[in-house]
């Protein structure tokens, strides 16, 4: 299961990558927002990454209208990796070497071809599990 989730800014790109998902029989759940009234984007990472936290969805894909701001809270809540991408390369290393379960998006920022791309190689590659990315996972969430 994917959660997604998005503030205004990054509307327009959650619907898209909703209809990405939809397309390739991706299940997924979307947390809104569902137009582009304005709201708090930690009010929604909030929401998407409880799911992960619960155990209730494997990885969640968040957007605003950088990344940045969704990043960042995300990556306050405990159990959450969360790596912001603007490049295809990015988004598969990081699930390669981080094993991030969220992924941030700037909807202002990429296109909806990129978007969609960067999406569709962070969903489809697998953590390495080698022992060196392990032990650094583990490290980085042991921070306080
Ligand atoms: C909203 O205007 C904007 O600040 C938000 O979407 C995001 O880019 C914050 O990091």
Redesign the pocket.
């Known amino acids: 299961m994917i959660v997604i989730g998005c503030?205004?800014?990054?509307y327009e790109l959650k619907e898209e990558i909703a209809a990405y998902l939809k397309e390739n029989n991706v299940e997924y759940k979307d947390f809104g927002i569902y137009s582009e009234k304005?709201v708090d984007?930690p009010d929604i990472a909030i929401k998407v990454c409880g799911e992960i936290v619960k155990g209730n969805a494997e990885k969640g894909i968040l957007i605003?209208?950088?990344?940045?701001?969704?990043s960042?809270a995300a990556n306050k809540i405990k159990g959450i990796r969360c790596a912001l991408c603007g490049d295809v390369y990015s988004a598969k290393m990081t699930r390669l070497h981080n094993d991030s379960n969220v992924l941030a998006l700037?909807?202002?920022v990429l296109g909806k071809g990129l978007g969609i791309e960067i999406a569709d190689a962070w969903l489809n590659t697998e953590f390495s599990g080698e022992e060196r990315h392990i032990n650094r996972i583990n490290k980085v969430m042991s921070i306080e």
């Open positions: 503030d205004h800014g990054g304005s984007y605003c209208g950088t990344g940045i701001g969704m960042m700037g909807g202002r």
